[in-house]
């Protein structure tokens, strides 16, 4: 069954067509709505209200409108709601509107919102350091030029509050970069806020980053939104080319002005925030193919810092496979054990081996201990190329559409020194006869 509801008018406000998710949304069945104007059976609309009869007076869509109502069953709902006009032969002779129900994830973004704020606010009236950084450049392993270039960069980006682009496969330490520019910087007794642009639907990020005022959707309550919450501090926003474009423009008058309005309030607020931002391909791609507005790149990428994969940096292999087995096995508590000599050679000796996008598997768990396997050699449990790219679930289906990187088509761009970081921290738990190794 088709979880979006389909709703289409004619050109009068009739319905034509009403799906089995329209109606469970709305609380009716089709027979109840179809063939009947709109107003007559949600008599609570007006064609000031009624999005569809907007569209059907401008001949203009409405774009991923959000929604909150009770419906006819007494259920609060909250839908994502596109209206668009439908035109035949340069008539307009109907709408449709296509609506998701995103109660659930309303209701936990609210809880997360929520939380946050409590969690941020009052420790930053204290003055007490809330910011959250977990990882300073110390973490950031790397010795190889490309690494102590993008640190001395970064080091300097840091005493500043220049908005920053950071860009690198997945895996590559965009995160922890952010965090160490965050430490590194004169905000770091300030909040870290961090939001992933691509966990939400585009309504309800834009009520998480801007904040609400009650009454501006139904149950709304006044809620300040993460610019607020960062203020004074840093607001990471990581995948920002997930943001819909019509976000990134309100993303950029904030960059411009530092002025912010809850949803649904009339009066702006000045906030002091440093944004950082992160992308998983390259700004020219994403440009190129409109995930990244041009006008919000140029203001963003005031300084622009790329993560070099680990295959460009092959001689780095070594410190990171150190630095790993000294956290993993403190960490455990236990022992510190030398790398299985066969594993070694296996990078060292061939470090264009050791590159980040070919190193594919469906998970690193399953190729650092495949449950159950006793046989095969060392080198067969490592994290080594060729299989095909396996998402499923809630995170492959919120990434659908939005394609694999150009070079990594068809196979998981398997993260680089953190899949490394997972491999040696299942050495240093797991004794290798279990492994059933050598
Ligand atoms: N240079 C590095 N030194 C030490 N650890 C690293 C380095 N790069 C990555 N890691 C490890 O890999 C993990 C994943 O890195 P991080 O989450 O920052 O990657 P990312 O680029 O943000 O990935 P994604 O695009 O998937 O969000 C980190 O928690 C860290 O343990
Ligand atoms: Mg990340």
């Not at 590194?184 to 966990?199: G, T, W």
């Not at 990244?292 to 622009?304: H, T």
Request: with cysteine.
């Amino acid at each position: 069954m088709i979880d979006e509801g389909i709703h289409v008018v004619d050109r009068n406000g009739v319905t034509v067509l009403y799906n089995q998710q329209a109606g469970q949304n709305d609380g009716l069945s089709p027979e109840e709505v179809i063939g009947r104007h709109l107003l007559e059976v949600f008599p609570s609309l007006t064609p000031a209200t009624s999005t569809l009869l907007k569209v059907l007076a401008t001949g203009k869509p409405i774009p991923a409108h959000e929604q909150t109502f009770a419906n006819y069953k007494g259920q609060r709902v909250t839908t994502i709601n596109s209206t668009l006009p439908i035109f035949h032969e340069g008539e307009l002779v109907g709408a449709i509107e296509v609506s998701k129900d995103v109660t659930r994830v309303r209701e936990l973004s609210e809880r997360v919102a929520g939380l946050q704020a409590a969690l941020l606010r009052p420790r930053s009236r204290r003055g007490a350091p809330v910011g959250g950084a977990r990882y300073t450049f110390d973490d950031l392993v790397g010795d190889h030029p490309a690494m102590q270039r993008l640190k001395e960069q970064a080091l300097r980006a840091a005493a500043t509050d220049s908005p920053v682009l950071v860009y690198g496969e997945t895996g590559t330490g965009k995160e922890l970069l952010v965090h160490a520019i965050h430490a590194a910087s004169p905000r770091r007794h300030r909040p870290l806020v961090a939001q992933n642009c691509a966990a939400l639907p585009e309504g309800l990020l834009e009520s998480l980053l801007f904040g609400t005022a009650r009454g501006s959707f139904t149950g709304a309550e006044d809620r300040p939104g993460l610019f607020e919450l960062a203020d004074g501090g840093t607001l990471y926003l990581d995948e920002i080319n997930s943001m819909q474009p019509e976000l990134q423009a309100k993303l950029l008058r904030v960059l411009q002005d530092g002025r912010i309005r809850r949803l649904g309030e009339a009066t702006e607020r000045q906030v002091d925030v440093r944004i950082i931002a992160s992308t998983n391909e390259e700004p020219a791609a994403a440009l190129a193919s409109g995930r990244l507005r041009s006008d919000l790149y140029y203001r963003i990428a005031v300084v622009a810092l790329e993560m070099p994969p680990l295959r460009r940096r092959a001689s780095d292999i070594p410190l990171l496979t150190d630095h790993f087995l000294d956290k993993h096995s403190a960490r455990l508590g236990l022992p510190r054990r030398p790398l299985h000599p066969e594993v070694e050679a296996f990078f060292s000796g061939t470090p264009g081996r050791a590159t980040c996008a070919s190193w594919s598997t469906p998970s690193r768990r399953r190729c650092s201990w495949p449950p159950g396997r006793r046989s095969g050699s060392a080198i067969s449990r490592l994290p080594c190329s060729g299989q095909p790219r396996r998402r499923s679930g809630a995170a492959g289906r919120m990434r659908a559409g939005r394609g694999p990187l150009p070079q990594t088509r068809g196979f998981r761009p398997v993260s680089c020194a953190a899949s490394w970081r997972s491999w040696s921290g299942r050495r240093c738990g797991r004794p290798w006869r279990r492994r059933g190794g050598t």
